[in-house]
């Protein structure tokens, strides 16, 4: 899996190198390799021992069929024209202004500096085998001067909305950090590929940095733009599809793009039976991609450094969300709470959330929160993440199978006033937190109904409590809350803490330090092992368990809804742990 995701990543970063004429900001590719080749689509295999494409086909190099009938755009074309094969449009909006519903418009190789709504037509958009397409929501800035220690453009006229519609709320709701007040600017500028940080006067640009001022109609950068590209963001959104139901966009990228929080996202699907595959959201103010409505597939996308989110959604019913990369999201540092990371989906029934690597965001990896119901979160990679890795919040009815969730910067994987949430066969390890928690803290939910199967925890050197369950107003004891069995609990270092978190008022049970005496006392976990020793894993890299080992030989038998997911039986037993090779 680590391998190949460096490949991705560094594919990713030769294909926006290649547009931008700059360096990019993504990790360099590892030792050897050059940050511009391209090479096959990476893959990776899932839990199931399939092995799915991972991520997009890099920028450039997807081959979708060109159709009898369709329309072409291309950056030297003239809307005046056919919008034939020789004779191109120019611009996707005037495309999509004469089109009929149901047309297929290619788009040529380049960059496309357009914003548009596409309203009730149903449309393909797609480039042209081979070539490289980017939508791209910033321009060219010259004719600099020099200021001090900084320099300035003069007559600079772009304005973005930068008002917070959560200031007044309760401070925990409001989204943006006062740590980082900028954060709800959506200005951007970028030296050689490589974005500065926005400032909020004159006396405060430094190498780095940059600062507009809105009143006086200038910009100033604190890097010397001489001899380099300096780029700046001009527009708020690429694409909206307001009701064009069935629409499909794919292998497509969409960068720097300013959008304010009141606009929710770069793109925005907010429609029925939608497609987004093998396109890149990559260096936006906000959000990169923002869905709403039923049966929308996002499958095999990149979500990159974009300022708050990578995905959003809400009212996304029976969403597919599949196969795609988020990485390093949050880059504006808005705050942890209400949102922001990797993707965060609410209201939304029947999500299906499979295969995809979540890693490095500003906050939590997978955030499903407010009324999600009937969701499958199955065969992720969630790691590195600042908030928890998975968290399921103020929802009813979850099945989470088979994810590696691992290294996360609290807990790994956190259900929060919701019911009905079935755990099964997950690898939950080194999260600062706890491993896996069951919070009722009495606000909008209510915690039951909460199954913990086949598990696979293990917790940081020296820390202790790789599971808690508490319900804070204590009106339910844990056991009312979560029934567990099956499980493995690994630490490599015993501490002075308990094991298990696990508040019982009634049975005056709070915190257990061995798994024999969780069991004596509650009569859980009576298939469940534990160690004093560090997981059996054969590398840590892709979270493999050594052939023989215990956890293997251990674990209850599979349901039928878990086993499919596994790809295997039901009544199989597929140990304890993410099954499969996850890389």
Same mark, same amino acid.
Request: contains cysteine.
């Given at each position: 899996?680590?391998?190949?995701?460096?490949?991705?990543?560094?594919?990713?970063?030769?294909?926006?190198?290649?547009?931008?004429?700059?360096?990019?900001?993504?990790?360099?590719?590892?030792?050897?390799?050059?940050?511009?080749?391209?090479?096959?689509?990476?893959?990776?295999?899932?839990?199931?021992?399939?092995?799915?494409?991972?991520?997009? !086909?890099?920028?450039?190099?997807?081959?979708?069929?060109?159709?009898? @009938?369709?329309?072409?755009?291309?950056?030297?074309?003239?809307?005046?024209?056919?919008?034939?094969?020789?004779?191109?449009?120019?611009?996707?909006?005037?495309?999509?202004?004469?089109?009929?519903?149901?047309?297929?418009?290619?788009?040529?190789?380049?960059?496309?500096?357009?914003?548009?709504?596409?309203?009730?037509?149903?449309?393909?958009?797609?480039?042209?085998?081979?070539?490289?397409?980017?939508?791209?929501?910033?321009?060219?800035?010259?004719?600099?001067?020099?200021?001090?220690?900084?320099?300035?453009?003069?007559?600079?006229?772009?304005?973005?909305?930068?008002?917070?519609?959560?200031?007044?709320?309760?401070?925990?709701?409001?989204?943006?950090?006062?740590?980082?007040?900028?954060?709800?600017?959506?200005?951007?500028?970028?030296?050689?590929?490589?974005?500065?940080?926005? $400032?909020?006067?004159?006396?405060?640009?430094?190498?780095?940095?940059?600062?507009?001022?809105?009143?006086?109609?200038?910009?100033?950068?604190?890097?010397?733009?001489?001899?380099?590209?300096?780029?700046?963001?001009?527009?708020?959104?690429?694409?909206?599809?307001?009701?064009?139901?069935?629409?499909? $966009?794919?292998?497509?990228?969409?960068?720097?793009?300013?959008?304010?929080?009141?606009?929710?996202?770069?793109?925005?699907?907010?429609?029925?039976?939608?497609?987004?595959?093998?396109?890149?959201?990559?260096?936006?103010? *906000?959000?990169?991609?923002?869905?709403?409505?039923?049966? +929308?597939?996002?499958?095999?996308?990149?979500?990159?450094?974009?300022?708050?989110?990578?995905?959003?959604?809400?009212?996304?019913?029976?969403?597919?969300?599949?196969?795609?990369? *988020?990485?390093?999201?949050?880059?504006?540092?808005?705050?942890?709470?209400?949102?922001?990371?990797?993707?965060?989906?609410?209201?939304?029934?029947?999500?299906? !959330?499979?295969?995809?690597?979540?890693?490095?965001?500003?906050?939590? @990896?997978?955030?499903?929160?407010?009324?999600?119901?009937?969701? !499958? +979160?199955?065969?992720?990679?969630?790691?590195?993440?600042?908030?928890?890795?998975?968290?399921?919040?103020?929802?009813?009815?979850?099945?989470?199978?088979?994810?590696?969730?691992?290294?996360?910067?609290?807990?790994?994987?956190? +259900?929060?006033?919701?019911?009905?949430?079935?755990?099964?066969?997950?690898?939950?390890?080194?999260?600062?937190?706890?491993?896996?928690?069951?919070?009722?803290?009495?606000?909008?939910?209510?915690?039951?109904?909460?199954?913990?199967?086949?598990?696979?925890? %293990?917790?940081?050197?020296?820390?202790?409590?790789?599971?808690?369950? %508490?319900?804070?107003?204590?009106?339910? &004891?844990?056991?009312?809350?979560?029934?567990?069995? &099956?499980?493995?609990?690994?630490?490599?270092?015993?501490?002075?803490?308990?094991?298990?978190?696990?508040?019982?008022?009634?049975?005056?049970?709070?915190?257990?330090? @061995?798994?024999?005496?969780?069991?004596?006392?509650?009569?859980?976990?009576?298939?469940?092992?534990?160690?004093?020793?560090?997981?059996?894993?054969?590398?840590?890299?892709?979270?493999?368990?050594?052939?023989?080992?215990?956890?293997?030989?251990?674990?209850?038998?599979?349901?039928?809804?878990?086993?499919?997911?596994?790809?295997?039986?039901?009544?199989?037993?597929?140990? +304890?742990?993410?099954?499969?090779?996850?890389?």
């Amino acid at each position: 899996m680590i391998g190949a995701r460096a490949v991705l990543l560094a594919a990713l970063a030769g294909a926006l190198t290649a547009c931008s004429g700059g360096s990019t900001g993504i990790r360099p590719p590892p030792s050897g390799a050059a940050a511009t080749s391209v090479p096959a689509p990476p893959v990776a295999k899932s839990t199931a021992g399939k092995t799915p494409p991972y991520g997009p !086909v890099p920028i450039g190099k997807t081959s979708y069929p060109v159709p009898a @009938g369709a329309h072409f755009v291309a950056p030297g074309g003239n809307d005046t024209a056919a919008g034939s094969r020789s004779a191109p449009w120019r611009t996707l909006g005037h495309a999509v202004q004469t089109v009929s519903a149901g047309a297929v418009i290619v788009l040529r190789q380049g960059t496309y500096r357009e914003s548009l709504e596409i309203t009730r037509k149903r449309l393909t958009i797609q480039p042209y085998p081979g070539e490289a397409v980017w939508f791209d929501g910033s321009r060219r800035v010259t004719g600099w001067v020099r200021d001090g220690s900084a320099w300035r453009k003069d007559g600079w006229t772009t304005r973005f909305d930068n008002t917070d519609p959560t200031v007044g709320r309760d401070w925990v709701f409001q989204m943006a950090d006062p740590k980082y007040p900028m954060a709800r600017w959506p200005d951007q500028v970028f030296v050689n590929g490589k974005e500065l940080e926005q $400032v909020a006067d004159r006396a405060s640009v430094r190498a780095g940095t940059f600062f507009v001022d809105y009143r006086n109609g200038q910009l100033y950068v604190g890097s010397d733009p001489n001899g380099a590209t300096v780029d700046a963001t001009t527009l708020a959104e690429a694409l909206y599809f307001h009701g064009a139901d069935g629409s499909v $966009v794919r292998g497509i990228g969409f960068r720097r793009y300013g959008t304010p929080i009141k606009r929710m996202g770069a793109v925005k699907g907010y429609a029925d039976d939608l497609l987004f595959e093998n396109d890149v959201f990559a260096d936006t103010a *906000l959000t990169g991609l923002s869905i709403r409505g039923s049966r +929308i597939t996002v499958r095999r996308n990149a979500f990159l450094r974009n300022g708050q989110l990578g995905l959003q959604g809400h009212k996304a019913d029976k969403a597919t969300i599949v196969g795609n990369v *988020l990485d390093g999201n949050n880059t504006a540092h808005f705050k942890i709470i209400p949102v922001a990371g990797g993707m965060k989906i609410t209201t939304s029934r029947g999500l299906r !959330v499979l295969d995809n690597d979540v890693e490095d965001n500003g906050s939590a @990896g997978i955030w499903l929160d407010e009324a999600c119901t009937q969701a !499958v +979160i199955a065969r992720n990679v969630v790691r590195h993440n600042t908030g928890h890795g998975i968290q399921f919040e103020i929802s009813d009815g979850a099945l989470i199978v088979g994810n590696v969730v691992v290294d996360n910067a609290r807990y790994g994987i956190r +259900i929060l006033e919701s019911s009905q949430v079935r755990v099964w066969n997950n690898t939950v390890s080194g999260n600062a937190r706890r491993q896996i928690d069951a919070l009722d803290a009495g606000r909008k939910g209510r915690v039951t109904g909460i199954l913990l199967r086949n598990n696979l925890l %293990e917790s940081r050197p020296g820390s202790d409590q790789l599971l808690g369950v %508490e319900d804070t107003n204590r009106r339910y &004891g844990a056991a009312a809350m979560v029934d567990a069995d &099956g499980d493995a609990f690994y630490r490599s270092s015993k501490g002075p803490g308990a094991l298990i978190h696990w508040v019982d008022p009634a049975r005056k049970t709070t915190d257990l330090k @061995g798994l024999s005496d969780f069991t004596e006392r509650t009569g859980r976990e009576a298939h469940g092992i534990a160690a004093d020793a560090a997981a059996p894993f054969a590398d840590r890299q892709n979270f493999r368990l050594r052939p023989g080992s215990d956890p293997l030989r251990a674990g209850l038998p599979l349901p039928a809804d878990v086993a499919s997911l596994l790809g295997l039986h039901a009544g199989d037993r597929a140990g +304890i742990g993410s099954y499969g090779v996850i890389g």
